[in-house]
């Protein structure tokens, strides 16, 4: 994981190597948005599972919480096949196509009063050139 500037100048968390993957097998996790279990943030380091991640913590609140991600693709093709918001409590809230340099935004409103920390994976095809850039993060209540 690096900063990356544009000439703008503008900066991105740029996610560059190794990625989210399944452990047996070696290829990318496809994560489904709603569901548990799919990725345990606790051994988020563990061998075979994602080395980087951004981590999104704030207090736990009884009031939905928003979250807005801006990122595009590094590489302008689709090497990276998705992007994700899950929680400390291994839920996906929201999973996003990672294809194409130009900016996008996944919105997604966490409505469990238990999340304190939200991390975004990205779920690549390949650790080659290329990458998820996080443009910017929001959080809104």
């Given at each position: 994981m690096r900063l990356h500037e544009t000439s703008a100048p503008l900066y991105a968390i740029n996610y560059n190597g190794s990625s989210l993957k399944d452990d047996t097998t070696g290829t990318?996790?496809?994560?489904?948005?709603?569901t548990s279990g799919q990725v345990d943030p606790k051994i988020l380091n563990a061998a075979g599972g994602v080395t980087r991640y951004v981590s999104i913590p704030y207090a736990a609140t009884a009031n939905?919480?928003?979250?807005?991600?801006?990122?595009?693709?590094?590489?302008?093709?689709?090497?990276?096949?998705?992007?994700?918001?899950?929680?400390?409590?291994?839920?996906?809230?929201?999973?996003?196509?990672?294809?194409g340099t130009t900016n996008s935004v996944m919105e997604a409103t966490v409505t469990d009063a238990t999340v304190t920390e939200l991390f975004i994976l990205m779920s690549r095809n390949g650790d080659s050139?290329?990458?998820?850039?996080?443009?910017?993060?929001?959080?809104?209540?």
């Open positions: 990318p996790v496809t994560l489904v948005e709603g939905p919480v928003t979250v807005k991600i801006t990122y595009s693709n590094a590489s302008g093709s689709c090497a990276n096949g998705q992007i994700a918001l899950v929680d400390q409590n291994t839920k996906t809230w929201k999973v996003a196509s990672a294809c050139g290329g990458g998820i850039r996080i443009w910017n993060i929001e959080v809104a209540n």
